[in-house]
């Protein structure tokens, strides 16, 4: 199956700086990204579609300012949570879109870990 | 709208088969039914997908009802490993449409 994997793993940040998670498709392009949100014994909300060259198409409620995201090429979409508080500790998940075929399939990251101190 | 609807939780003994059912009443004709599951800590692994024929590959069988308004996922030999929530989505399947995650099922291997 397609690889995805997430830089970093774990992050602790204090609050108030900004931190950049970093998402690769490692064996495949993808020319859209997804980036999501998993908070303790709930389920992964979707925060931003995150497509190559273009602006990311943001969820309703999540602040676009406060939440980053850049797709430079097709093989990286890059989060950056700025000014970032204790209540954006969470577990930060992005997928990448595999096509090609008759249908596409999400493949999804390990997942990083932020924790604001 | 959640469009679909699974048990919140179930147990399995080691080595059993493991029968996940999934519900999805309103399914469009152009949906296709998909499954994950999320161990502890990890993110979302893909299983299968399927349209309306029953599909199996190495990790799972997908059997979809003939009206396609329910789905069972079907692990042959449940191992400890196994253990994780599953979620069982529909979508369109091209597109770059969005997964919508429900609450999913927890499902415990017993040894």
């Known amino acids: 199956g397609a690889v995805v994997s997430q830089h970093p793993s774990r992050v602790i940040c204090k609050s108030g700086t900004s931190v950049k998670i970093e998402c690769r498709s490692l064996d495949f392009q993808a020319t859209t990204m997804f980036w999501y949100r998993q908070f303790p014994k709930q389920s992964l909300m979707l925060m931003a579609t995150s497509n190559e060259g273009s602006k990311a198409t943001y969820e309703q409620g999540v602040e676009k300012d406060k939440f980053l995201i850049n797709h430079a090429s097709l093989t990286l979409s890059t989060l950056t949570v700025t000014s970032a508080h204790p209540e954006d500790s969470s577990f930060y998940i992005c997928?990448?879109?595999?096509?090609?075929?008759?249908?596409?399939?999400?493949?999804f990251g390990p997942g990083t870990r932020l924790t604001v101190l | 709208d959640a469009k679909t609807t699974q048990p919140p939780s179930m147990d399995c003994a080691e080595g059993r088969a493991a029968n996940l059912p999934c519900n999805h009443s309103?399914?469009?004709?152009?949906?296709?039914v998909y499954w994950y599951r999320q161990i502890h800590s990890q993110g979302p692994q893909y299983i299968i997908h399927g349209l309306k024929n029953n599909e199996t590959n190495e990790m799972a069988s997908l059997i979809i009802t003939e009206d396609r308004k329910s789905s069972t996922l079907i692990l042959p030999h449940a191992t400890l490993r196994d253990t994780a929530v599953y979620y069982c989505i529909v979508r369109v399947a091209v597109g770059n449409e969005k997964l919508t995650f429900g609450t999913g099922t927890r499902l415990t291997i017993i040894p």
């Open positions: 997928s990448a879109e595999a096509g090609g075929g008759a249908t596409d399939t999400q493949y």
């Open positions: 309103t399914i469009s004709g152009n949906e296709y």
